[in-house]
C-alpha cells in the first residue's frame, strides 16, 4: 500500500470524504428502510389485534 501524506490509514482527504458520504447515505437508507419495516409490522400487528 502507498503511503500519503494526510489521513490516518493512508486515505487521502477526497477519499475520506467520499466513505463519510457513503456511509452516511447507508446508515440514512438503512433507518429509513427500518422505519418503513416498523410501520408496516406495526400496522400488521395492529390488525391482528383488531380481528378477533
Known amino acids: 500500500m502507498v503511503r500519503r501524506q494526510g489521513g490516518c490509514a493512508g486515505f487521502s482527504t477526497v477519499e475520506y470524504i ?10 440514512w437508507a438503512g433507518m429509513d428502510g427500518v422505519l418503513a419495516l416498523m410501520r408496516e409490522h406495526h400496522a400488521e400487528y395492529t390488525w391482528s389485534m383488531a380481528l378477533p
Open 18 to 27: 467520499v466513505v463519510v458520504l457513503l456511509l452516511a447515505l447507508t446508515l
